[in-house]
């Protein structure tokens, strides 16, 4: 009994709707689009519960039969898009592009919805079914890759932070690219390089200048291939060398 009390509640471990009261007119699910529709649109801090109540045209307290606080709507909103994975690939072939291709996957999930990052980092670790399938899923495409069960969750982890560093950063490139919105150069790679080597060339900072002078001129940005490269980089090293 005591374990039974103890035991963190979410909104997953109640019912969608009491048994009492009149027949429900909407689903969480249609719920929780309402709301994603509404952060897309216009940022997370949009997202209350008289605004998205305003959006489906019903009164605050009807939603709450549904969704007992903004919390938990937060945590519907998460794992909605955790769901827009697609997990369906069969796992044991090559771990590395299969891991690869989940974090392609988890990159592009934020860029869609870029208030994601700064809801998980509010929100903490709060695993919905789908996100507890993607954990699993991911756990499953490691089972032929070296390491143990810690690093496996240490990489995961890793390929998670670097899908919302690199989603954090797109909308700024994107931006850059575009003439009618680009105001400076910092948005410009070339600009941003030929600062960097004007600065080196002064002679202050002599392991700069050595580094640039050896890695020659960068190659044009290409994002997904940078992303790639990292991870192909630091997932075999994670789990093939350091301390368990």
Same mark, same amino acid.
């Given at each position: ?11 997953w ?22 709301a994603?529709?509404?952060?897309d649109?216009e ?8 605004a ?7 009164g605050?307290?009807?939603?709450y039969?549904?969704?007992?606080s ?5 945590d ?27 974090? /392609?996957q988890?990159?592009? &999930?934020?860029? %869609? *919805? !870029?208030? =994601? ?5 509010r929100? @903490?670790?709060v695993?919905g079914?789908h ?8 756990l ?5 890759a070296?390491?143990?069960?810690g ?6 982890g ?5 899908a ?21 150069s910092?948005?410009?790679?070339a600009?941003?390089?030929?600062? /960097?080597?004007?600065v080196? &060339?002064?002679? %202050? *900072? !002599?392991? =700069? ?6 890695? @020659? ?28």
């Amino acid at each position: 009994m005591a374990d039974r009390e103890t035991r963190p509640t979410t909104v997953w471990s109640r019912p969608e709707r009491g048994a009492r009261g009149p027949a429900p007119e909407r689903s969480r699910a249609q719920i929780t689009a309402a709301a994603l529709a509404l952060a897309d649109a216009e940022g997370l801090a949009a997202v209350s519960m008289r605004a998205l109540a305003q959006r489906l045209g019903t009164g605050p307290a009807s939603l709450y039969r549904y969704v007992g606080s903004r919390d938990e709507l937060l945590d519907l909103m998460a794992d909605a898009v955790a769901g827009e994975l697609d997990l369906s690939g069969p796992t044991g072939g090559d771990w590395l592009d299969d891991l690869v291709g989940l974090a /392609l996957q988890s990159r592009d &999930a934020h860029v %869609r *919805h !870029p208030w =994601l990052a700064d809801l998980n980092d509010r929100r @903490g670790e709060v695993l919905g079914p789908h996100a507890i399938d993607y954990l699993d899923h991911a756990l499953g495409i490691l089972v032929p890759a070296p390491g143990t069960a810690g690093q496996k969750l240490e990489a995961i982890g890793l390929l998670g932070g670097l899908a919302v560093l690199f989603a954090r950063r797109e909308p700024a490139a994107t931006t850059a690219g575009d003439p009618s919105t680009a105001t400076t150069s910092a948005g410009d790679p070339a600009a941003r390089a030929a600062h /960097l080597a004007a600065v080196a &060339a002064e002679g %202050r *900072h !002599p392991h =700069l200048l050595a580094a640039l002078t050896a890695a @020659g001129a960068p190659p044009p940005a290409d994002r997904d291939a940078l992303f790639v490269r990292l991870l192909r980089r630091l997932l075999p090293a994670m789990l093939g060398q350091g301390e368990p």
